[in-house]
């Protein structure tokens, strides 16, 4: 498995990332988030405005069990930490 990641640096979006298996599957917009200092990854989701007006999030990928999901989560939230370290941020102010 081959993750990608991009720098954003937007509100508490840290970086997105990009899954690839040996297959050829591509994965986009798997998201690192940054909240209150603590590194969260969010999974894509489709989201829908039902008949009431009630707007609902399906998730993309689903998993067998919780276990799975959360292996998942920390193996992209471990390949981000070690990115983030080799590729340091680099913030450009404007006087």
């Known amino acids: 498995m081959d993750i990608r990641f991009r720098d954003v640096n937007y509100g508490i ?3 997105r990332a990009v899954l690839k298996t040996k297959d050829g599957f591509l994965l986009n917009e798997i998201t690192i988030l940054s909240r ?3 590194l969260e990854v969010e999974l894509p989701q489709k989201s829908f405005r039902a008949k ?10 689903t998993f067998d069990d919780e276990d799975q999901k959360t292996l998942f989560l920390l193996e992209i939230k471990n390949a ?13 102010y404007e006087s």
């Open 13 to 15: 979006v840290e970086a």
């Open 36 to 38: 209150d200092g603590k």
């Open 52 to 61: 009431d007006g009630k707007l609902h999030n399906l998730d993309i990928i």
């Open 80 to 92: 981000f930490l070690d990115w983030r370290k080799r590729q340091k941020k680099v913030r450009v």
